[in-house]
């Protein structure tokens, strides 16, 4: 690593000694007389250069160096007081004889020479060390980093001086400006993930005004392929998919608005910091759709997560661990994550800093909301009327009801109440369920008979020991067992319904201990209304009879609005068959009154953050183990970020609005460094900071850290607008400049990070199939909305099969895929399409022979090699070589070679237009941005 | 400093550390920056041409080639590897002071002796199971861990964390680790296959085989004897002469373009790339001629049965050694499919005697088989046989059935092959299984014993991605040294 962090050590160290020591009282000085300071001169060095391995965590050579008792606990000849030269620590330290770098620290720098002075001289004074001082490991890099260093001031006045200076340092120069071809291309490609028509390209090759290019730049801005093209960037950052991930991978149906959200955002130009602001409390300004940012990532569903505390635990702090690294890395570049088990490592954010961050999403939940705006507002409109239309087919259905004296229907929550009688056994025969599932109650309560309320008692529970049995149990397993019935819990985080194994009639018997007289029983739905008993007898076995003795029936009950069994299944003995269908005809009709009002009550939902009033607390947790809380916390930004301007106690909302302030304040450190280098990254290849998700130590140092500085400091002046940053990037020389490579210069700098060309690369997979669909004259243009399948299926388990060809729907850009995480895309996920499993700031850019057989042999590149051939023969007609010139306009913006054009006519000739239509998809040029 | 932050904390003294400034960045020179790039590159260096060249180990290599058994849903250790007698005796009694152990699924009953009679096996005597019993004759070539723990007790994270090393999806799978650092030796077929049960792919899918945030080139392929490798073949529309007239008319367009960027790599790259996949389609169709076999060792896998699926994954397991014994390095044998209550994989809560003798009876003779054949022919000097699953099950039933519950405290794995002590136990349950108490073992020591076998030192293989230098073993991992010659 260069420079900055080492020529801070000091401070370093120094600071995390201060701060050790708050917690001290009275910490002493050692020895005076050898004008050393444990706290100012020992513990630095240690802290620096040993606790890094020997520290309570690691304990590597299973010891930690964090008190001089677990020092000397180790080893009592690791510190001998007073003799230096036979104490270990200090005479590890020492090169070697040889000249040797000496034996410790085994990682990173060896003492200096006056530190191990320092050292043997503590010892030899008797290596005293201040009662109750425990040391920590020091991380590499501290407050002084550069990326929390306010931005430097500008010292060249456009882009291009800073860029050439660099080189001319080097020794190098720009290359000359690209041809006009190549440049439409380019910029086609960058800005809107599209080749230019041929018809573009002529444009504005033949266009004399000087400014030709800054009109095309204008134009590709304003087309609404930019957002559709830079969304993808965001999405990959924040590994945005629509499924839940592990496992289970189920849908998250109502996600696509999130994306739908960020193709607009870009498309408007929204400023960056309302576009931050939004993603983390879009909630205060009417924007839910924004909150979709903030549950990108994957979490597990509750029924995937184990009943005991630890997992349910486990799994929420994995819930909120995505969102703080999705905050952290996202938007300031920070790896705030590396802290949840210990201090982080390498920055300057200790584990209390994670936490206290996670305070602020403590109210956060993952699951749909509702999304508010015109749609919203169109549906609550129309909410009045609903409710009318349900009032009044409440009320028919309740006339006929009384007519036919029929009693009301049953509950989900049933109580039947009967006379009292002693009885031995109580058994239910369900006939037939509301919707023909398999019948399921999550508890069947029996009731012992009193006057005396306090002396009644359900006498069904397990624990009052009477024994359950039932007609069946579905699976075979505990989570659908009889037992279930008479547990006494019917909390779904700790205990399971019963549900047969089989559709159909199904029984349950309990038997009391002891015969009891009763007068009531209450049954709790079961799995879903689905599976609610509809039709059913409960019986009891009498002291005095071997019979059965019926206490209560449903023969005479209305069905419930969710009742959904035909007409001739419904037995209501005491009614004609013409009533009956009445009844079930207006059934239906409230059924659907009801949803619609549901609906349109609920409004349009999107798959986005939402969040409890009442925030649950947070907690330190010791290394990490959720099972081992500390003190409490409250919400903050890791210090080395400042601090929240936030009251005590502060309410959920006011969390989140601090931070959305925070992040978007014009003097950030971090939020307008970190998106400018991401710009900068989509336009040539690689960033400034090649690591874009990480400006902390273990980042990569800038190439032209002024550069940055100046650009993210022209990006807030220009109102955080990213079109106006693209405009002036794009106007740069840098940018236009020519991509050949030079010999001399490729020996200097051969992965052209200093610019001396525009670096050329292999295009994205989004890029390679809208590409194609766009050659082929297919590219639907259709935006927005519920994604195209690239697979059988839009989540669950897996076994995804893959789908081979599409009709227009498939045919819409592919970021309108609906995206399935962990499941890589045919043909095209191969071309490193993020898997959406973990933040993807920057893609390989692999080149394998997996993507070889998919692009040669797939139906999906035939298919569109056949419509190109098609769309050349209907255009040109059957002129070989205009087929030809025009297949490489549509391609590769270009006229072929007479070499080309004389070698691919053969091809034309021998086996057909389509073959050099598969060719143009499969060849270098096509896939690369030059 | 206390450990929590209370609101209003006080402002640190900014102007104190503000004060530097990035001037210090301003000139950094070109080589400094290309030192550093280099200094993070401890990971092997990949030639974009050639991605599967072989490349050399840390040092020098007990195994070339891997071959991962893993059984998807979790396989009961209690009932088939690790023997407790206790357990026998105290049969339908409560577990000692776990009496109301609350599991995965919820409330636990009473202690379950196993459901298969174990016997003494081999020279060795390892008392293994009924329900494995050819494996049980190999029993002198392998080397079991009994104290394998997981950190998770659901499938998904727990299965991804045996294989990426991390619950999370999203990480590479140890298969690409070994691909990326070593490369292969056979260049004409895919370096690390993935090959899915005939019932189904295994829980967490393709997790299992994902590049995660490596270079795609090191994703394992997908196949099987009953499911060939994606467009491997020529559209059937195309005579073989079409299909090389277009394969040479764009050779010559890459070149044309290649020649006007002279000395760029990763169009030299994917123009080797499609010289590749030419050979591959040449050489896979060989590879996978699993009716060259002859009889005699179709009938030692079991690829003769009647049984379908047991017929199809002995097939898998042919597969597998042909694979091996071409040079494949790394090559994922899955047995068992996703989450159906056991009823296509070792997820055995509810009846786990009917489920099991099915599974049993598809795993052991072709697992068997696969051990017998690479040692007849040598290959089990050069190559490592792993045999794995996410967690164990619970001692007991769960009440009210007739299965166990998942088990992530104590369960076993093992290793035969190349490098490995054979015929030896290692670890220890406690005396039911519940628990590993006796040289734990964690699935990073798992993976850092198998890439340290392929010589590789787990602590230096790293890839950077979002902040860390990255390892399959994470931050943690000791190569467990007592099971190796």
């Known amino acids: 690593m260069t420079a900055p962090g080492k020529t801070f050590r000091l401070t370093i160290a120094a600071f995390l000694v201060a701060r050790s020591l708050i917690a001290i009282n009275g910490a002493s000085e050692v020895d005076q007389a050898i004008g050393l300071s444990f706290e100012k001169d020992i513990a630095p060095i240690l802290e620096a250069k040993c606790l890094g391995c020997h520290n309570p965590n690691q304990q590597e050579g299973d010891f930690s160096m964090a008190t001089l008792e677990a020092i000397q606990t180790a080893d009592e000849e690791y510190v001998i007081p007073g003799n230096a030269e036979e104490s270990m620590l200090y005479w590890i330290t020492l090169p070697l004889d040889d000249g040797e770098a000496p034996e410790m620290p085994e990682e990173g720098d060896a003492l200096t020479e006056e530190e191990t002075k320092a050292l043997a001289a503590w010892i030899d004074a008797g290596a005293e060390w201040p009662g109750g001082l425990v040391l920590k490991e020091a991380s590499k890099a501290d407050e002084s980093w550069w990326s929390y260093q306010p931005l430097s001031k500008p010292k060249h006045a456009s882009l291009d001086a800073y860029i050439e200076s660099t080189l001319k340092t080097n020794g190098l120069t720009l290359n000359p400006e690209a041809d006009r071809r190549t440049l439409i291309r380019r910029v086609s490609l960058d800005l809107t993930g599209l080749p230019p028509t041929p018809e573009e390209v002529e444009a504005f090759v033949t266009n004399p005004d000087p400014q030709a290019y800054k009109n095309l730049v204008e134009r590709l801005l304003a087309s609404p392929r930019y957002g559709e093209r830079w969304a993808q960037h965001w999405l990959d950052v924040i590994r945005w998919a629509e499924t839940v991930g592990f496992e289970t991978n189920f849908l998250r149906s109502n996600a696509w608005p999130y994306r739908d959200w960020v193709i607009a955002a870009f498309n408007d130009d929204k400023p960056y910091d309302q576009f931050i602001f939004e993603q983390i409390a879009g909630d205060t300004v009417g924007e839910d759709a924004a909150l979709g940012f903030l549950v990108a990532g994957p979490a597990n569903l509750p029924g995937q997560i184990g009943r005991d505390e630890a997992a349910m635990r486990n799994a929420r702090q994995d819930e909120l661990d995505e969102v703080l690294r999705t905050v952290g890395q996202g938007v300031l570049g920070i790896t705030v994550g590396c802290a949840r088990c210990h201090d982080h490592k390498f920055d300057p954010i200790e584990q209390s800093d994670y936490y206290s961050m996670q305070a602020i999403f403590a109210g956060l939940k993952y699951g749909d909301r509702r999304k508010r705006g015109s749609e919203n507002d169109d549906w609550s409109a129309r909410v009045p009327a609903a409710k009318t239309k349900r009032d009044v087919a409440k009320t028919e259905l309740e006339s006929l009801r009384s007519e036919h004296q029929l009693r009301k229907p049953l509950d989900t929550i049933h109580t039947e109440t009967f006379a009292p009688i002693e009885a031995r056994s109580i058994r239910m025969r369900i006939a037939a369920t509301e919707f023909g599932s398999a019948a399921s109650l999550y508890e069947f309560e029996v009731w012992s008979s009193s006057d005396n309320e306090s002396d009644r008692f359900n006498v069904a529970l397990a624990s009052n020991g009477s024994q359950v049995s039932a007609s069946s149990y579905a699976l075979m397993n505990q989570s659908r067992h009889f037992d279930n019935l008479v547990d006494g819990t019917v909390d779904k985080r700790q205990a399971y319904p019963w549900i047969a194994n089989e559709t159909g009639p199904a029984w349950l018997r309990i038997e009391f201990t002891d015969a009891t007289i009763i007068d009531q029983v209450i049954w709790h739905q079961g799995r879903s209304s689905r599976d609610l008993p509809a039709e059913y007898v409960i019986e009891v076995l009498p002291t005095d009879s071997e019979e059965w003795r019926e206490v209560s029936h449903t023969r005479d009950r209305l069905p419930r609005t969710s009742d959904t069994r035909k007409v001739e299944d419904i037995d209501l003995p005491s009614i004609g068959l013409d009533a009956k269908k009445s009844i079930v005809e207006k059934i239906r009709a409230l059924r659907s009154a009801e949803r619609e009002l549901a609906r349109l009550s609920a409004g349009p939902q999107v798959y986005a953050a939402s969040f409890a009033a009442e925030p649950e607390a947070t907690y330190m947790l010791r290394r990490g183990d959720s099972m081992q809380r500390q003190d409490e916390v409250v919400p903050a930004i890791p210090a080395v970020l400042g601090q929240l301007e936030i009251s005590d106690g502060a309410a959920e909302e006011e969390r989140r609005l601090a931070l959305a302030h925070h992040l978007t304040q014009p003097e950030h450190p971090l939020t307008a460094r970190v998106i400018v280098n991401r710009v900068w990254q989509h336009h040539f290849g690689t960033g400034l900071i090649e690591t874009s998700s990480d400006f902390g130590y273990m980042g990569s140092a800038p190439s032209h850290p002024e550069l940055l500085d100046w650009l993210a400091g022209r990006f807030v002046a220009d109102g955080w607008s990213l079109k106006k940053l693209h405009r002036l990037i794009l106007a740069s020389k840098t940018f236009v400049q020519s991509s050949i490579p030079r010999k001399e210069a490729l020996e200097i700098d051969a992965d052209s990070r200093l610019l001396w060309r525009y670096p050329p690369r292999r295009i994205e997979a989004e890029t390679l199939r809208d590409s194609i669909l766009s050659a082929s004259g297919k590219l639907h243009f259709e935006m927005g909305g519920p994604g195209f399948d690239f697979f059988n299926q839009r989540g669950g388990l897996t076994d995804y099969v893959p789908k081979e060809t599409f009709e227009e729907e498939g045919w819409r850009r592919m970021i309108y895929a609906h995206k399935i995480r962990m499941v890589s895309v045919d043909i095209f996920g191969a071309f490193d399409c993020p898997d959406a499993g973990q933040m993807k700031p920057k893609r390989p850019r692999s080149i394998t022979p997996v993507q070889s057989l998919g692009l040669l042999n797939s139906p999906f590149v035939n298919r569109q090699a056949g419509f190109f051939a098609e769309r050349l023969q209907r255009e040109m007609g059957d002129d070989r070589g205009a087929q030809i010139d025009r297949a490489f306009a549509i391609a590769f913006s270009r006229e072929a070679s007479p070499a080309e054009r004389e070698r691919l006519s053969v091809l034309v000739d021998d086996h057909g237009l389509e073959q050099v239509c598969r060719v143009i998809f499969n060849s270098s040029e096509f896939a690369f941005l030059q | ?485």
């Open chain 2, 1 to 485: 400093m206390k450990h929590f932050k209370k609101l209003g904390r006080p402002m640190l003294d900014r102007r104190s550390f503000l004060s530097g400034s990035v001037q210090g960045l301003a000139g950094i020179a070109l080589t400094k920056l290309m030192a550093e790039e280099r200094a993070r590159a401890a990971s092997p260096k990949i030639d974009a041409a050639n991605p599967y060249a072989p490349r050399q180990p840390h040092f020098e290599a007990k195994a070339k080639n891997v071959i991962v058994v893993f059984c998807s849903g979790a396989l009961s250790h209690v009932d088939t590897f690790d023997y407790k007698p206790e357990l026998i005796r105290h049969h339908g009694k409560p577990m000692p002071g776990s009496e109301e152990l609350i599991s995965f699924q919820g409330p636990n009953g009473n202690l379950t002796q196993p459901l298969w009679k174990f016997r003494p096996r081999g020279q060795s005597g390892k008392m293994i199971s009924d329900l494995v019993p050819h494996i049980g004759e190999m029993a002198d070539e392998i080397s079991f861990i009994h104290s394998l723990t997981n950190t998770s007790n659901t499938h998904g994270p727990a299965v991804n964390l045996m294989n990426t090393g991390f619950t999370f999806d999203g990480f590479p799978s140890m298969g690409a680790w070994v691909n990326f650092a070593l490369g292969s030796e056979n260049q004409n077929l895919p370096a690390f296959v993935a090959i899915e049960d005939p019932r189904g792919n295994p829980v967490s899918g393709p997790n299992n085989w994902a590049n995660g945030f490596l270079p795609a080139s090191f994703q394992g392929t997908p196949f099987s004897s009953t499911k060939p490798i994606r467009y491997l073949d020529r559209p059937a529309a195309f005579s073989s002469d079409t299909d090389q007239a277009a394969s040479e008319a764009l050779r010559f367009l890459d070149e044309q373009n290649a020649a006007r960027y002279p000395g760029d790599e990763e169009l030299a790259a994917r123009i080797s790339s499609y010289e590749l996949a030419g050979r591959m389609q040449l050489s896979v169709p060989e590879a996978v001629d699993l009716d060259s076999e002859p009889g005699h060792i179709r009938k030692l896998y079991g690829a003769d049965s009647a049984n379908e699926d047991k017929a199809a994954f002995a097939k898998n397991c042919i597969l597998a050694r042909r694979l091996v014994e071409r040079g494949v390095r790394f090559v994922q044998l899955f047995n068992g499919a996703y989450a159906t209550m056991g009823r296509l994989n070792w997820d055995g809560h509810g009846a786990m005697k009917e489920q099991y003798d099915i599974h049993g009876e598809i795993l052991d003779q072709p697992v068997a088989g696969l051990l017998k054949d690479l040692k007849q022919r040598g290959l089990l000097d050069e190559t490592l046989v792993v045999f794995a699953t996410e967690f164990g099950r619970m001692p007991m039933f769960q009440m009210g059935t007739q299965g166990r519950d998942h088990n992530p405290h104590g369960f076993t794995g093992w290793l035969a092959g190349a490098g490995v002590k054979p015929g030896v136990s290692y670890g220890r349950t406690d005396e039911f299984g519940f628990k590993a108490v006796e040289d734990v073992a964690t699935p990073h020591d798992f993976h850092a014993t198998i890439l340290h076998l392929l010589g590789l030192d787990h602590e230096r293989l790293t890839y950077y991605h979002n902040g860390i230098e990255r390892r399959l073993t994470n931050v943690h991992g000791h190569v467990i040294r007592d099971i190796l010659t």
